[in-house]
């Protein structure tokens, strides 16, 4: 490292706070220049990358860290009137940005001055607005760790539930030292860990965002010329109440006592002392039924990740999704099971929705499986479910699910949710809400402790054959069937 540059460094933090500088760039004309260049390219990539990640024109944007608006220009013709706000720590480059880029664009009535204010401390609550999506491009590449901590928190405290913070950074692999410098391809750009430019592990992003209200997804490449990386923040929605620490903190010992449904995680998805049971047993079938690692996986109803300790690590980063509106036995999965750093290394995506949406990962699945979650829908939402998971399934896709069947008696269970409570259906129940959904279905004859499972397809030519589902016992060694 030039020791030079590196006494320079500790006298500031980023380039970015030295403002006299920055001032006198933008009053030589350099606006562009100083922000990075690439103008058009990355201006227009930011809307492009943002699109493809589900921006609306209906969604507030808040843009961090945005500069002279090299991609606020494209947000603003983008978005409805007054819906882009930015917060920057250079004025001179807000100026710039809102009198001579929107300006010649013709889209300053679409932005009111005030929505770009000055902010060091990424405050954006002066706004009196919450936020459906918030980005900070080209931020965290001149930040340290501590400043990148308070920016999640600030921005967590005006993000609507389910809002989504883009950030990208230069990425240090995980197993290197962090000490060393890295030059990333394709420009040969070098980043360090204590200087501007930073570089990050992902992992980095997981510790600073525990004990937020934030579930880090990682993107990856996403076509940006000097190599960055993106980053997602997924703001948690408040669905559940949080269960008393008291029971929650029980060890597993303690908790085998307790009722299915008490407030612990082993306990919330079902009796405590069959959790291992059936999260090895769902494994088990869905590598029967064909799954391999690089296939993607919805574990709808995922709780307390009683199948994800075991699919996350078999499957490849990215294709385990979990959706379940309780986002503490998520938390409690990672922390008492599976252990956070397999966030950094699986990538799994997880969802607080609680509509019965299967679409909200905007992916398609080779294996939907619902474990414990037909036992105690009504119909209404037994139709959502199987409706939406039909959408989101490759055509070789697989939906597996368990539920209780009752002998043929035409009672319809009541509409609702019935945790713990459970309901039951018949087979022509079940058989006519699948045909209602367009899906094809067999009763598998794998062992399940307390129901049976089925298996759903869009070609009932491509069921199981009934030669193969003789093999498929499930049968446990010491357990009664």
Known sequence: MNPHRASDAMTRISFYSDTSSIDSAVAAGDHRTIVGGLWDEIGALQLDTLVAHGLKPHHRLLDVGCGALRGGVHFVRYLESAHYYGLDINQSLLDAGYNLELSAAGLQDRLPRSHLAVDAQFDATGFGVPFDRAMAFSLFTHLPLDLIRICLERVADVMTPGGIFHATYFEAPEHRPTRLPIQHAPTGLTTYAGSDPYHQRLSDFVHLADGLAWDVVYAGDFGHPRGQKLVSFVRRPRTSAQPSETTRTLGLDAARSLLAGAEHYRAFVGPPERYDLIGASQFALLFQLGLRDHHKVLDFGCGSLRLGRLLIPFLQPGRYHGLDPNDWLIDDGFTRELGHSALAVKHPRFSNNSDFDCGVFGTKFDFVIAQSIVTHTGPDLL???????????????????????????????????????????????????????GLHGVRLPWFHPGAVWWLAKRRESALPNPSFLESLTGRVLGVSP
């Open 383 to 437: 139709a959502r479910l199987l409706q939406s998971a039909s959408k989101v399934m490759t055509d070789t896709g697989i939906f597996i699910f368990s539920c209780i069947e009752t002998p043929q008696r035409q009672v319809i269970p009541p509409p609702g949710w019935h945790y713990p409570h459970c309901v039951g259906y018949d087979e022509a129940q079940l058989r006519d809400a699948l045909s209602a959904a």
